[in-house]
């Protein structure tokens, strides 16, 4: 089912303004406004299934894990097909505006999570920045112009990451910022937005063993103006860097103790009050440490440690002050927690219905709920306040493979499976 309002039909025909910034219910980058995993707005829907709430589907030709990008009237997208690296837009009514081909692509590792697209475009309104496993970094204008590309790879040295690359460009006032954190010379790298230029590279080594060197995670850029601060979690540590010249500004180690070689991580820290909350351990761990300070802050900036929850993919969500992890490894699958921020200590804790999925898609807090997308397309509606876990609805489309977070735009949600991108209404 389609709706096409007069509005949606101008803009398919591409007779609309864009001004070019940022505003309220964009969603720019894989965990929206500020990388937080929290949807401005109200309104979202609470229940929905294929013959209820979906105002648009369309079917996807390129195959991708990424998140797609949303800013005014355009959706923004990656995948790969036929051995290439794709860039589509498309509008808010569901409708194709362009679609460019950027370079061969490297394609996944075997198995339905693995694909050459993990990492999810972003964009400040005049530019959408794309990044790909095949190490191709390119900037677009929104109207589809390329204005610069890169292959990381071939200028700084071959990924060599176990599993699919999976971080996302992140967005300074100045830069497009990638960090490559793998076994070999890992390091943050900054490109001037408009030109590609290259305004610094930072090595980030940190002795960090064998695949416990490899990092999945996407930054976090926090603070405005000269006060910006790019949080990168990988390598055993936490560690902040100036966005100016990339400069380490802090450093949060401990996070393997027993120098286990395989602790890759997967899952970002998020962000949120001045605290980064850092999941790590495959799993096993869930590290806060306060920002600030210089150097080595371990001793003196470690705010709590809990080992009774954390994940292993999913990338907590932060919202008045409260953490929710959502679980994806063994017994404890599906298993949603809130924890207090400033304590680490759980507030409520839940079980999602047990099924042979697991979950892949960050949480996502909109409208006083948490939303859980599982595996296999079903999204679940948790009450975010409260003193006890209250499940309020499961959702499900169709049973289509299911790895990119939702996008939450002015009371909808878009929701990317590996066939479709479906728009979700009230």
């Known amino acids: 089912m389609r709706l096409l309002p007069v509005a949606a039909i101008l803009l398919g025909c591409g007779l609309f303004s864009f001004d070019g910034a940022v505003h309220a219910g964009d969603w720019p980058a894989w965990r929206g406004p500020g990388g937080a995993g929290l949807a401005e707005g109200t309104g979202y829907p609470q229940q929905w299934s294929a013959d209820r709430g979906v105002m648009w589907k369309v079917p996807l030709t390129i195959r991708g894990a990424s998140t797609p990008a949303v800013i005014g009237d355009r959706i923004f997208l990656t995948g790969t097909r036929e051995s290439s690296n794709v860039v589509q837009c498309f509008s808010r009514a569901g409708s194709l505006q362009w679609e460019r081909v950027l370079g061969t692509s490297v394609e996944g590792k075997p198995g339905k999570d693995g694909t050459g697209a993990n990492p999810s475009p972003t964009t400040d309104g005049r530019y ?28 700084y040295g071959q990924d060599t990451l176990w599993w699919d690359l999976g971080t996302s460009p992140v967005l300074t006032d100045r830069a497009v910022v990638v960090a490559c954190m793998h076994s070999g010379p890992s390091y943050l790298a900054a490109f001037e937005q408009g030109s590609g230029k290259l305004l610094w590279k930072h090595d980030r080594e940190l002795g960090a063993p064998e695949e416990a060197a490899q990092s999945y995670a996407t930054p976090v850029v926090v603070g405005e103006g000269d006060q910006q601060q790019i949080v990168v979690l990988g390598a055993d540590h936490v560690t902040a860097h100036a966005a100016a010249d990339g400069a380490e500004l802090w450093r949060l180690g401990g996070l393997n103790p027993t120098g286990h070689k ?93 099924n042979r999925h697991t979950f892949r898609a ?27 876990f209250q499940l309020l609805s499961e959702n499900s489309i169709a049973d289509e493979h299911t790895t990119a977070t939702p996008v939450f735009i002015e009371g909808k949600i878009l929701l990317r499976t590996e066939s479709h991108l479906y728009l979700i209404g009230s």
């Open 128 to 155: 959408v920045f794309v990044y790909f496993k095949s190490g191709d970094l390119a900037c677009f204008t929104v109207q589809g112009q390329l204005q610069w590309q890169h292959n990381l790879q071939q200028m």
């Open 362 to 388: 960050s949480p996502v807090v909109a409208d006083g709920r948490v939303y859980l997308t599982r595996q296999d397309g079903t999204v679940f509606v948790v009450n975010a306040g409260g003193d006890s």
């Open 262 to 354: 395989y602790f890759r991580s997967i899952a970002s820290a998020a962000v949120a009050e001045g605290i980064v909350v850092a999941p790590y351990a495959r799993g096993d761990s869930l590290t806060a440490v306060r920002m600030g300070g210089s150097g080595d802050v371990t001793k003196t900036h470690l705010l709590w440690s809990n080992t009774g929850t954390s994940a292993d993919v999913p990338t907590p969500a932060i919202a008045a002050g409260r953490v929710y992890i959502c679980r994806d490894n063994g017994d404890s699958r599906g298993v949603v927690d809130c924890l207090d921020l400033l304590t680490g200590k759980t507030i409520w804790s839940g079980q999602l219905p047990k």
